[in-house]
């Protein structure tokens, strides 16, 4: 059972937070929403208070383009906030600069945080500046909910309908050919998902967001609600043409492009079939066209059909390959690759 | 005139945020605050949030000790929230470990965090690891004020009277024996002034912590007040006994206890003669004595009583040195003994 496997990262940070007392008033339990809830004293509101901060990807040379350098430290936040449908209320910089950034290098990553913040509806308050020869960017957000309506990463049941709030892989497509040194690499430049997130919460029963990849996900939803899922959609009707396109010139399984864990920053959410025709009103209203993937099922499982079959993914692995390459992003992209080259039917 | 020459660090900050747009919310205007300030919509409070990172002081060794390193990314953070005066509402942690760190040593650096929330009131609500070489410790700090009665560090008036919550000089004399190899290191523990500044908020016209050093304090509030500070209590009254005996011992001016931007994390602030009484009525209550040190005068300038002149210290050029220096904090510290050496009156 893919169950009674371990997480490493969720291993590292439970240990992290073993001596911390937990606060009376917040409402998510550990790992279980993608922004910390926060009920607010006296009032029905919540706040809500991420945190997160781009290190390896700067490394490792994913991130060479200032601008995008600059707009992903407020994305991975603003997903975070838009996960848990939240308003905008504010985000707070830390940047960590090298000595060897040229000035122009340092406003085209202030014009990329500038652009997502407008983007995303977020105002920079303030931060903390410092230098080191390894540079890193990160922030901290802070988001608004005015009522008792709360959703994060736990809480559907088997029979709800799962939808993504846009097409997947664009991330893990980026990722490879960024890593790999191919001529052409996708255009990545994820869009925040705040105005989805507001309508979402309203009606979904669980939500989170696609940063670590879309299985990844997938695989955190289903420890969290000893759930399973059932994606039962054709892969060209929910990952991006880009993906597909890339994969296909490469010889590549298109499901490699859901299994990294570079994400694209979309929302994963389940919907009660009761509300889902009031769900698709409210989307259809503000112009947007969330994708069904599949079902929520009582079995602890991640199936995935390939148009032809149904794939069980060894997503335990997936999610631990990036640990047990120890940081080698060319192993762990010839690991992913061997993975989805053979028999991906790890069981049924 | 000191107020003429810029300081690199506030040229720096304006620069980054040059192309940002202001939140309709945000009641503090850029650097004029410890903690930003946003009132919250619908109602009559108000949220602090800050976030301050721990990078410079690990890498040069400043900070070795795993406890200390997770009680300053609490205390860094506590003290700006404890600056205006807020309810402590949470805690997130930016942990960036370094790959050759130990368990043990990140179990210290845990302790730590764990043991500073306790005392300063703080939960950990989460956070973000990640890895790298160059190992960062951060958080971000959210505190509620419950009414339209706000403090920052902006708002003094000449007459007003000048207060330190506690001793100062301990943070400088730990960095220069630290950096300087002494066989001696006084101990550093500063301790989150959150009570005294709830206090401070209902009776104080401005407030600041000493996180840069005393010195860096007072020319940060004289630039945004466009006033001025005349300390006429002796040294012995107000910097620290340890302080003042390393610098005994080391045949070191006291003075450069106050000048070091390693500070001590207490908060100077002014009350306005009427508010006097008043303020040390609820300060004793609490069991509190706040040092009295001076007065804010008309004049924008500093001026330091040694016992038997004023001193005037080219704050200007204290504050710069670290940029000047390059980070080479040899040469920082042999250049702020060689100031305090010579005579240190600039003007009068």
Same mark, same amino acid.
């Given at each position: 059972?893919?169950?009674?496997?371990?997480?490493?990262?969720?291993?590292?940070?439970?240990?992290?937070?073993?001596?911390?007392?937990?606060?009376?008033?917040?409402?998510?339990?550990?790992?279980?929403?993608?922004?910390?809830?926060?009920?607010?004293?006296?009032?029905?509101?919540?706040?809500?208070? @991420?945190?997160? %901060? &781009?290190?390896?990807?700067?490394?490792?040379?994913?991130? /060479?383009?200032? =601008? *995008?350098? #600059?707009?992903?430290?407020?994305?991975?936040?603003?997903?975070?906030?838009?996960?848990?449908?939240?308003?905008?209320?504010?985000?707070?910089?830390?940047?960590?600069?090298?000595?060897?950034?040229?000035?122009?290098?340092?406003?085209?990553?202030?014009?990329?945080?500038?652009?997502?913040?407008?983007?995303?509806?977020?105002?920079?308050?303030?931060?903390?500046?410092?230098?080191?020869?390894?540079?890193?960017?990160?922030?901290?957000?802070?988001?608004?909910? @005015?009522?008792? %309506? &709360?959703?994060?990463?736990?809480?559907?049941?088997?029979? /709800?309908?799962? =939808? *993504?709030? #846009?097409?997947?892989?664009?991330?893990?497509?980026?990722?490879?050919?960024?890593?790999?040194?191919?001529?052409?690499?996708?255009?990545?430049?994820?869009?925040?998902?705040?105005?989805?997130?507001?309508?979402?919460?309203?009606?979904?029963?669980?939500?989170?967001?696609?940063?670590?990849?879309?299985?990844?996900?997938?695989?955190?939803?289903?420890?969290?609600?000893?759930?399973?899922?059932?994606?039962?959609?054709?892969?060209?009707?929910?990952?991006?043409?880009?993906?597909?396109?890339?994969?296909?010139?490469?010889?590549?399984?298109?499901?490699?492009?859901?299994?990294?864990?570079?994400?694209?920053?979309?929302?994963?959410?389940?919907?009660?079939?009761?509300?889902?025709?009031?769900?698709?009103?409210?989307?259809?209203?503000?112009?947007?066209?969330?994708?069904?993937?599949?079902?929520?099922?009582?079995?602890?499982?991640?199936?995935?059909?390939?148009?032809?079959?149904?794939?069980?993914?060894?997503?335990?692995?997936?999610?631990?390959?990036?640990?047990?390459?120890?940081?080698?992003?060319?192993?762990?992209?010839?690991?992913?690759?061997?993975?989805?080259?053979?028999?991906?039917?790890?069981?049924?």
């Amino acid at each position: 059972m893919q169950m009674r496997e371990t997480i490493i990262e969720n291993g590292l940070i439970s240990m992290l937070c073993e001596g911390f007392t937990r606060s009376p008033l917040q409402v998510n339990e550990l790992n279980k929403s993608d922004a910390e809830i926060v009920s607010l004293p006296g009032t029905k509101m919540h706040l809500a208070f @991420t945190t997160d %901060n &781009i290190v390896e990807e700067i490394e490792s040379g994913l991130y /060479d383009d200032p =601008y *995008l350098i #600059g707009w992903m430290t407020v994305i991975v936040n603003a997903s975070d906030i838009a996960a848990v449908g939240a308003e905008p209320l504010g985000l707070l910089l830390s940047e960590t600069l090298s000595d060897k950034y040229e000035p122009a290098f340092i406003e085209e990553i202030q014009r990329g945080i500038s652009d997502a913040c407008k983007e995303a509806g977020f105002f920079v308050l303030g931060g903390d500046t410092n230098f080191s020869h390894s540079a890193q960017f990160g922030a901290a957000a802070m988001g608004l909910i @005015t009522d008792n %309506n &709360i959703i994060t990463r736990e809480g559907c049941e088997a029979g /709800d309908i799962v =939808y *993504l709030s #846009g097409s997947a892989g664009i991330g893990s497509a980026y990722a490879f050919a960024k890593l790999s040194g191919f001529v052409e690499v996708p255009v990545y430049k994820p869009e925040p998902r705040i105005a989805h997130g507001k309508i979402i919460r309203q009606f979904a029963s669980c939500c989170m967001d696609t940063s670590d990849g879309f299985l990844s996900t997938l695989d955190q939803l289903m420890r969290i609600n000893k759930k399973g899922f059932l994606v039962n959609s054709l892969p060209a009707e929910y990952i991006s043409g880009d993906a597909i396109e890339m994969s296909s010139k490469y010889g590549l399984s298109p499901l490699l492009m859901l299994a990294g864990q570079h994400g694209e920053f979309e929302l994963i959410f389940t919907v009660p079939p009761d509300s889902e025709s009031e769900f698709l009103k409210a989307a259809e209203l503000s112009g947007w066209k969330p994708l069904k993937i599949g079902v929520v099922t009582e079995e602890r499982s991640i199936k995935i059909s390939d148009g032809n079959n149904f794939l069980c993914p060894d997503t335990t692995r997936l999610r631990n390959l990036l640990h047990e390459t120890k940081g080698d992003l060319s192993l762990y992209m010839r690991r992913l690759t061997e993975i989805f080259a053979g028999p991906v039917l790890t069981e049924f």
